[in-house]
């Protein structure tokens, strides 16, 4: 008990969980991977799997950390996002209870995790009756909008993403609605950085699929390194979530890591974690 227990999901982006995975190895006790066993998205449309993949991973899988988790994870009577909630919980709940549950998805990229875990180890009291006192442990994500031929664009300023339970009751994804302890722990986001295809795609079979706006395919397809600062109210739901964009001049994915450190834009300050970590223990204080 009290292990790094990490889960990811597997779908149509599998081939994403090449680059999702090795951040996290060294790091975690036993990673998990959920697939469905009919092959089906939130949605019930049907992906497949190049058997490939799974070769890679057992030549990855060198200390016997990775276990694929195959279930029913498509209920029809069910909308896109209640299957995804449905399926983190099933994940968390065999990744077991009274430890860390993080999960991340396959197109998410932590930076350091290492930190990250340091970090968990500081919270580890909540494990010894999570269900009394369920706790989320969240990072920010630094989202790629769109990768260009000599570069990628981002969205300029983080968003805040739930990255681990010890009590995996979920709401809504990955969010429990407990309160939240706001962490510096950064990862970058591949969630439109893919070709227009691939992107409509994913947006078709994602659990938020029905909120999409019209104005989104527009500005993603003609955005580039020239226009980008024109650019605002970008986001796929509500426009003005993401209101402008930077950019970074290399596709590299260890360059663009050490970039990232440098964008005034992205840097999370000790006051603004402090205002977010007062706000959610005042409000959680008498619950």
């Not at 260009?148 to 979920?170: C, F, Q, R, S």
């Not at 986001?235 to 970074?248: E, N, S, T, V």
């Not at 001049?249 to 977010?276: G, H, I, Y």
């Amino acid at each position: 008990m009290k292990k790094i227990h990490v889960g990811f999901l597997m779908s149509y982006d599998y081939e994403k969980l090449k680059y999702s995975i090795p951040p996290v190895y060294k790091e975690a006790d036993a990673i998990y991977i959920a697939l469905d066993k009919e092959r089906r998205t939130w949605k019930g449309n049907a992906f497949e799997v190049d058997a490939s993949f799974f070769v890679w991973l057992d030549e990855f899988d060198t200390e016997n950390k990775i276990t694929v988790y195959i279930d029913d994870f498509f209920i029809p009577e069910l909308d896109a996002i209640q299957n995804d909630t449905r399926e983190r919980t099933m994940l968390s709940e065999q990744m077991g209870l009274g430890n860390w549950l993080v999960q991340v998805d396959a197109d998410e990229i932590f930076l350091d995790f290492k930190n990250f875990v340091s970090t968990l180890r500081k919270y580890d009291h909540f494990l010894d009756a999570p269900e009394k006192k369920p706790i989320q442990i969240a990072g920010f994500l630094i989202n790629i909008y769109k990768y260009l031929d000599n570069g990628i664009l981002y969205v300029n300023e983080p968003t805040k993403v739930m990255l681990a339970t010890n009590h995996p009751n979920y709401k809504r994804a990955r969010n429990s609605k407990e309160r939240i302890i706001y962490t510096d722990n950064v990862l970058l986001h591949e969630c439109l950085s893919r070709s227009e295809e691939e992107l409509k795609f994913k947006l078709e079979n994602w659990g938020h699929s029905h909120q999409l706006n019209d104005e989104f395919f527009p500005k993603w397809k003609k955005a580039n390194e020239t226009n980008y600062k024109e650019l605002k109210d970008l986001f796929y739901m509500d426009p003005k979530i993401w209101r402008g964009l930077g950019y970074l001049p290399t596709r590299n994915l260890e360059a663009m890591k050490d970039l990232v450190k440098t964008q005034e834009d992205l840097k999370l300050s000790a006051w603004f974690l402090m205002k977010k970590n007062f706000g959610q223990w005042f409000k959680f204080l008498f619950k």
